[in-house]
Each structure stands twice: as C-alpha cells, then as structure tokens.
C-alpha cells in the first residue's frame, strides 16, 4: 500500500511601500520581501530594516494593509493569527491593528525592524501584506 503526503505550505509576501515627508530622512531596506515555508513551522516571519539617516529622532508610523480577495491573493485563513514588531512596539495579535506609531533614534549602531509574523496552526495559505511606512 503507498502513502501520498501532501504537503501544505503559506507564502508570505511583506511588501513595503515607502512615503516620507522630509525625503531622505529615513532608509528602508529591502522594501520587498517574499518567502515560502511549510505550514507545519509553528511560526513564520520576516522583516524590513529602517535607517535613520539624520541626527534627530524621528517620528515615524506604519500603516499595514491586508491584500484580500484582491488582485487575485485569497483572504488569509481564518486560523491564522498575526503579529508584529516595530522599533518601540510589540503586538502578540496583530490581526486588529492597522497603524502604529514609534520614534526612530538617530546613527544607532543596532538596526531597528519591522518584523511581520504568521502563526499558520499547521494551515496552508497565503497572505500579502502592504506597509506604508511615514516620517514627518
């Protein structure tokens, strides 16, 4: 008798979209990010690295859109559960929150992140996830 296995999988696309007021005053880096991972990993992230390229902290906020249903990307599964870290914030569930504010301080030699995390609960899927990133 012959076993098939099938082997599920969630593809997280964490794409970045830069808007600044004040050109400049901050990097991003990289600003796409795409991966693949079984849904048996019990967690699945990635992230994005910020450069404050002035000598002032700056006052910064991420918007975060979930792609659903639109251009062709299903809704995430409804198993799934999100969180997020940002330079100052940690939010265990994120799947609620749509914009955060932090301060990002100046010529730091640690690299500060935008981590975006799946927990898929052994569920294949797929997500997008767009953020905006703004300094003023």
């Not at 749509?98 to 927990?119: C, G, M, R, W, Y």
């Amino acid at each position: 008798m012959r076993t098939l296995y099938a082997i599920s999988s969630i593809f997280l696309l964490l794409a970045i979209h830069i808007q600044s007021y004040g050109q400049g005053s901050f990097s991003v880096s990289p600003t796409y990010v795409e991966a693949e991972k079984p849904a048996s990993n019990t967690v699945f992230y990635n992230f994005t690295q910020f450069t404050n390229n002035t000598t002032d902290t700056l006052r910064m906020k991420w918007v975060k859109k979930i792609s659903e249903g639109r251009n062709g990307v299903p809704p995430p599964p409804e198993e799934w559960v999100t969180s997020i870290n940002d330079p100052v914030n940690f939010f265990p569930i994120a799947d609620s929150i749509d914009e955060a504010f932090f301060h990002l301080l100046p010529n730091q030699s640690v690299t500060e992140k935008l981590i975006f995390q799946v927990f898929p609960n052994e569920i294949g899927g797929e997500i997008q996830a767009n953020f905006s990133i703004l300094s003023w």
